[in-house]
């Protein structure tokens, strides 16, 4: 019997013996009833769906208006980066770069690395880099801090709101969606799934 045989519960340290899962199964600390390990095809299965699924809205949000706004008779429509630009031309340098980075490039490395990660473990082989690749998507996860941008939009909305008629657009809520799904993915992707699925270095 090896180590590998058991798991420690990450909540509270008890030991337990590993068994085999039903398809889509999840086994349950016996103490506490925290998460102990799921299932692996069923994991990869809802990591791979939600990581597709945010790759359109992505890409949906940056290149489609994400705001309109008239006054005076004059409208004007603003995508994703549209913020990224002003502050840079604004002088804020370091702000725009922090926005850019935690806002736009953090969730599509983010989103990209587990598509490229999970498309040939289901096929049933693992791409060129794939640990070093999974080891970077783990590291930038917690600056993948969209829920902030968005929280930020909301709140100038509503300082806006008084001065010009504000028609969201289609972009805004493909963004929406994608906080959603970049949470999701953050309480569903378990890196022992895909370190399973990954060959032993020899």
Sequence with gaps: MSSQDYIGCPSCDLL???SPLPPRGVAICCRCGAMLYRDAEGCLDIILALALSGIICFFVANFLPFLSLSSEGRTQ???????????YRQGLHPVAILVLATGIVSPLVVLIGLAYILIPIKLGHSAWGTAPLFRLVRLLQPWAMMEVFFLGILVAMVKL?????????LGLYAFLALVIILTAIAVSLHPECIWQRLPVRK
Excluded at 77 to 87: A, F, R, S
Excluded at 161 to 169: D, L, N, R, S, W
């Design 77 to 87: 429509e603003t995508i994703l980066l549209t913020g990224v630009l002003e502050l």
């Design 16 to 18: 337990h013996r590993r």
């Design 161 to 169: 709101i008084k001065m010009a008629q504000i028609t969201p657009g």
